[in-house]
Each structure stands twice: as structure tokens, then as C-alpha cells.
């Protein structure tokens, strides 16, 4: 490392202001920044310093990501071959996967991070890091046959207008990955929705055999249920809804490998454990009710612990909802948002049967909703103090 560091030093002259490639400036700086941790102290004022910077928490969130991506790829592989009837074993599986994911990576970075590097140029500014976490988050939750070129224009659409627009990483409104996500489900619900999407078709490189998934009726279990005629359709509770063999979107499956991304975040500090709880406490709850008092559908009759386990509610609830942008800061607020994003998730479940995945519309819908729940707390301290000094 300290060879890299010397080497760093050395060509960092010719970026500096008078350097031949000053015009780069905040691209090396990026690149600086990102491998060490800056050494500037603040001249004025009273500042805490440490080693964790927004740079170090978006990499702790990656890391925490990395065990959701992992078995994603593997269950890529997994449905494929199941699907077709090819046969392979454990490395073919996940190596099919992995070919069949990386494309989707690779273009949500260079799309992202191109638009970010351009803007930060043309602005002359330091180049922003939250796209760390939105260029991994964005291929885990599309369907495996998501066309790259959509997903490009709707990373770039996300980027540009739930980001830049509102003054880049830290200022944004909305979570940029579900706005990626919303604007594929509503641009091209075609390429969002029906049982094909969930399961790759077709060889990649030879791998998985050249059979293509023809009349396949793997409908995700969430699917399953809108659909079903009976009130008892909704499908029987498995360990494969926990270990994340099912169709689905490519790192929103295995609630194990999700509790593991859980683990490291709520470790490192980096997410908050009341919005996270409470999150699947209004879930839970808001089940509970339609199961109790209910329309006579098999999504309301499905028990609560299915709901918390199908779909996207984990990986919203650990990864989405406690986006210290976009969410409530108040330590009360953090409960009422959290809440909130529970119950909301379920209700567009149950009462919309034709889009059975409610947590990406609960989520946008409470992020417009944070700066109020936080402003009502505030208000809410305020006022009890004031009461309390009165009584003095």
C-alpha cells in the first residue's frame, strides 16, 4: 500500500490546479479518496475527525451486500437449470449466474458513475460516492432478464432526476435504486412482470445447455398468490422461502443471506436497528389484521410470517428502508417511519393484487414523508420542553 500511496503522490501534481491534467481533478480525487482516507483537517470551528467517511460507509454496505449477490448468482443458475432440465452441478450453477448477473453490474456502474464523474467535471466539484451503493443495489433487485439497455436508460433516468437534479449524493428525496426500479416497473412492466422474467433463458458460453424456458409457470410464490382463485392459494411455507430458492429478483430471495447483510450493518452501525424492527413490526401487524378481518382473497389469508419472508420485504426493510438519506433521522422518527414502511408494504400487497410487491411504493411513498415525521418529533421535543420549563 505504501507503494501505491507514493505513487499517488507523485502524479498528483499534474491534477493539482496549473497541472496538464488539472481538467481531472476530481476524478483522481475520487479515486484518491475512495483507496485512503483523507488526511485534511478542518481549519475552524469544533469538528469530531475519525476514520469513517461517507466513502467508508458506502463500502461497508457494499461488503454487506456481497452475501445477497453471492447466492443471487448462484439461484440464477439454480433456476435455470431446473427450469430447462439441464444438468449441472454446484460451480456450473454458479458460474452460469455469475456471467448472467455481471453484465447488469457493470452497466448500472458505468452508466451511474459516468453521469456522476460528468456532472462532478462540469460543476467542478468533488465526485460523490452514494453511487457505490445504488450500482450494487440496482441489479439485485431486476428480474435476471431485464434488457441492459433498459436498465441503462432507467439508472441513467434515476441518477439524473432522483439525484443530480436535487443536489447530488445526500440531498436526494427519493432512494435512487428504487427510483430505477419504479421507473422499469412503469416504463416497461412487460419486462417487469410474468413468470419468464424470474428465470434466465438459454445457454451463456455453453453453460446450461441450449434449452430455452418454454411455457415455464415459475411464478414467483408472491405471484402465486395474487393470482390464485382460492383463498387458500397462497403457497405452502418452505425452507426455500428462507434459503432463497425460488424465483425472484436476483438478491431479494435468501433471507439468510439478507440476515448476514443485516448482521455486518447493524455491527458496523452503519443502519439503524429501529427503523430496521420496526419495519417488519408494522409488516407483521398489518398481516395480522387482514388475516383477522380481511377481504376473502388468498395474498389477505396469507399468514404474516410468509409475507415477511416473500418478495422484497427483507431486503427493503435491510437495505432500503434505512438509507440515512431518505430516511427519518429522529431516533423516535425512525420507529414511525419504519412502521409505517411495514404496514404500507402490505396493504398495496393485499388491496392491489395486480402489483403483489408493495415495498417499493411503501418505501418511495414514506421517503417523501421522512422530513414530516421528523419535523413532528422536533416539534413534538420542543413543545414537551417548553411545557417542562413552564412548570418550573
Not at 467542478?124 to 450494487?136: A, D, R
Request: aromatic letters at 14%.
Amino acid at each position: 500500500m505504501s507503494a501505491l500511496r507514493n505513487y499517488l503522490d507523485k502524479i498528483k501534481p499534474n491534477f493539482e490546479e496549473g497541472g496538464k491534467l488539472h481538467a481531472f481533478r476530481s476524478v483522481f480525487d475520487g479515486f484518491e479518496t475512495f483507496l485512503f482516507v483523507p488526511n485534511n483537517t478542518a481549519k475552524s470551528g469544533t469538528h469530531i475527525h475519525d476514520a469513517i467517511d461517507s466513502k467508508r460507509i458506502m463500502s461497508l454496505v457494499v461488503i454487506a451486500l456481497i452475501p445477497a449477490m453471492l447466492f443471487g448468482m448462484y439461484n440464477v443458475g439454480y433456476q435455470h437449470f431446473n427450469a430447462t432440465g439441464a444438468e449441472g452441478g454446484f460451480w456450473a450453477m454458479f458460474f452460469y449466474g455469475f456471467l448472467a448477473v455481471l453484465p447488469k453490474i457493470i452497466v448500472s456502474y458505468v452508466v451511474g458513475l459516468g453521469i456522476e464523474f460528468a456532472v462532478a467535471q462540469w460543476k467542478n466539484e468533488e465526485i460523490q460516492e452514494g453511487f457505490l451503493v445504488s450500482g450494487m443495489l440496482i441489479p439485485l433487485i431486476v428480474p435476471i432478464e431485464c434488457p441492459l439497455w433498459i436498465l441503462a436508460i432507467a439508472t441513467a433516468f434515476a441518477v439524473i432526476f432522483a439525484k443530480e437534479v436535487f443536489g447530488g449524493t445526500g440531498m436526494n428525496v427519493f432512494n435512487v435504486a428504487l427510483i430505477t426500479r419504479a421507473f422499469l416497473f412503469f416504463a416497461y412492466p412487460t419486462k417487469m412482470s410474468g413468470d419468464a422474467v424470474w428465470v434466465s433463458q438459454g445457454s451463456i458460453f455453453g453453460l446450461g445447455g441450449d434449452q430455452f424456458v418454454d411455457g415455464y409457470t415459475g411464478a414467483t410464490a408472491l405471484g402465486q398468490a395474487a393470482t390464485a382463485a382460492s383463498p387458500t392459494g397462497f403457497p405452502d411455507f418452505n425452507m426455500d422461502m428462507i434459503t432463497g430458492f425460488i424465483p425472484g429478483s436476483i438478491g431479494e430471495t435468501s433471507v439468510i443471506a439478507i440476515a448476514i447483510g443485516a448482521v455486518i450493518l447493524l455491527w458496523s452501525g452503519v443502519a439503524s436497528w429501529k427503523t430496521m424492527c420496526s419495519v417488519f413490526v408494522g409488516g407483521a401487524l398489518m398481516a395480522w389484521v387482514f388475516n383477522a378481518i380481511g377481504p376473502d382473497t388468498a395474498i389477505a389469508n396469507m399468514p404474516w410470517y410468509e409475507h415477511l419472508v416473500l418478495g422484497g420485504f427483507c431486503f427493503g426493510a435491510v437495505f432500503m428502508a434505512t438509507d440515512p438519506v431518505t430516511s427519518a433521522r429522529t431516533e423516535c422518527g425512525k420507529y414511525i417511519y419504519g412502521f409505517l414502511i411495514g404496514v404500507m408494504a402490505i396493504v398495496i400487497r393485499v388491496l392491489n393484487p395486480g402489483y403483489p410487491e408493495g415495498m417499493m411504493l411503501a418505501i418511495l411513498l414514506m421517503n417523501i414523508f421522512a422530513p414530516l415525521i421528523d419535523y413532528c418529533v422536533v416539534q413534538s421535543n420542543i413543545s414537551n420542553r417548553e411545557k417542562r420549563v413552564a412548570k418550573v
